[in-house]
């Protein structure tokens, strides 16, 4: 299985696309996501869903949802039932929001390893996992509003430290050619305004 939400939220099982239903259910599973092996009580995502203000018997909407949630993804333990709450099993490598940060976090120690060439390598391999605004279609949910700055923020950090390795490894004028469409963005991102 292999979650994506860095871009519209997709979900890729043994055979393709996994059909996920309307906007509900997929906010269900960004939730989910975001707290991947973690449990989220029905209360919760009921809140996510609908606000503080959510209907009554959103609880028992929550339900039906998950229950589709696991017949969609064709795997019973895919999301379990606890305690506190339903849980979403992600197993290693299986999300690419976690690929993307272990692949910054291994480009950043090469980088300081001095292995610039590599650095900007793995750097780069894990800025191409995104194929867009992360969450995109969730944009809006209040739920998915913070978790998709920290992405953002992630992004341009990747990016930041993809030109840094670039710059070390002598890559100058290949730089200089893309930052029309590279650096302005980063610096606008940042809240930096021209003079």
């Not at 503080?52 to 909407?61: F, I, R, S, V």
């Not at 229950?67 to 969609?72: D, H």
Request: some cysteine.
């Amino acid at each position: 299985m292999e979650f994506r939400i860095l871009g519209p939220l997709e979900v890729r099982g043994e055979f393709g696309a996994v059909a996920l239903g309307g906007i509900k259910p997929r906010a269900v599973l960004a939730v989910l996501l975001l707290h991947a092996n973690e449990p989220v009580s029905p209360e919760r995502l009921a809140v996510a869903l609908w606000g503080e203000d959510a209907p009554a018997g959103a609880t028992k909407t929550v339900q039906v949802h998950v229950s589709r949630l696991r017949k969609a993804l064709g795997d019973p333990d895919a999301v379990t039932t606890t305690l506190a709450g339903y849980r979403l099993r992600v197993r290693p490598s299986e999300l690419d929001a976690e690929r993307f940060a272990h692949g910054v976090e291994a480009g950043r120690h090469l980088l300081g390893a001095g292995q610039p060439d590599y650095a900007a390598a793995l750097l780069r391999e894990a800025l191409e996992l995104w194929r867009g605004p992360a969450l995109a279609e969730l944009a809006f949910e209040p739920f998915a509003q913070t978790a998709i700055a920290r992405l953002e923020e992630q992004r341009l950090d990747a990016l930041e430290a993809r030109v840094e390795a670039d710059l070390a490894a002598g890559r100058h004028v290949e730089l200089a050619a893309s930052s029309n469409s590279c650096w302005p963005s980063i610096r606008l991102a940042r809240g930096w305004r021209p003079g």
